[in-house]
């Protein structure tokens, strides 16, 4: 089960140039902005994931914590479809000829993934249309914002192959997201939440066309990438940290954030540029 483990240990200490990266198993791209575009490309099979493709995505996500050339994330598939989860015939079938020591590093590397994700400062905005299925929508569900399409189909159909609702930490993330009674509804039917439901459930941000689904992505992840990146990991990880904290806990726990935040260049280059009159040109330090 070597390919669940990393080879190397994609963070040294120090920050590292990540908008130049060379994706094996997806496409990766990032402009001059630092807005990076993460695509997974098996369009004729609907982008489902491999073994090398969690694999990838995990370790990725895990050095973008010590990226500093990289902002802001969008996440999306090609060919109308964002995700149809595991491949049926590259993991599905293997697995059920894996050892329980086998499947448990398995599930725990999919599980890493998702971790990375939410540990990751850079905001992560999925683009979904059509197919969002499986793993599929845990990708979509860890990342820290979804724009839809009203042919989005999004489906934690876990049930349906015999597995429990309960993976990659959909029982923790999906009722925070839409509600505890909803989530339980799709866990336990695992069946397809449309995009109008899904923007009434409070689980997409906006629904725009599929021709304009990209874009309208893209634009968001240019606003925020002007914003200032270091105060933006921060908020990440405060919306992270805070669903285990009391409110006495999220309060002492956001001023000191809020302090060290303070103490950042970006936070003179505001008050200057409203002192100027200006708008604040961002830099992340």
């Known amino acids: 089960m070597k390919h ?15 908008a130049t990266h060379e994706a094996a198993h997806f496409s990766w791209a990032c402009n001059a902005q630092g807005v990076a575009t993460l695509t997974l490309n098996r369009p004729e099979r609907k982008n489902p994931l491999t073994f090398e493709s ?24 090609a060919g109308g479809n964002f995700c149809s989860g595991g491949d049926v015939h590259d993991i599905i079938g293997p697995l059920t000829q894996m050892t329980m020591p086998e499947l448990l ?20 905005i999925a683009a979904i249309d059509g197919v969002c299925a499986g793993a599929g929508a845990m990708l979509a569900l860890a990342s820290d914002m979804r724009l839809g399409t009203d042919a989005a ?18 029982c923790s993330l999906l009722p925070r997201v839409i509600g505890q009674g909803r989530a339980s509804e799709l866990l336990f039917s695992g069946r397809s939440m449309s995009g109008a439901e899904g923007f009434a459930w409070g689980f997409f941000n ?14 968001l992840a240019h606003s925020l990438a002007e914003g200032p990146s270091f105060a933006h990991g921060m908020t990440k990880t405060m919306l992270h940290q805070e669903w285990n904290m009391s409110l006495d806990q999220a309060i002492e726990a956001e001023a000191q954030a809020q302090s060290i935040c303070m103490q950042t260049q970006d936070f003179r280059r505001a008050y200057q540029a ?10 992340g330090d």
Request: net charge positive.
């Open 153 to 170: 189909r999004v489906a934690y159909l876990f049930s349906r192959v015999g597995l429990a609702g309960a993976d990659m930490g959909a």
């Open 206 to 219: 906006s629904l725009h066309a599929s021709d304009a689904l990209s874009d309208a992505a893209h634009k």
């Open 274 to 283: 409203f002192a100027s009159k200006q708008k604040p040109v961002f830099e």
């Open 54 to 77: 969690y694999a990838e995505m995990r370790d990725l996500f895990m050095a973008l914590r010590y990226a500093d050339d990289v902002r802001v994330v969008v996440l999306q598939g």
């Open 4 to 18: 669940f483990i990393p080879q190397h240990n994609p963070m040294h200490g120090q920050y590292q140039s990540l």
């Open 105 to 124: 590093a398995f599930t725990r590397m999919t599980g890493d993934l998702v971790k990375a994700m939410r540990l990751c400062p850079q905001p992560i």
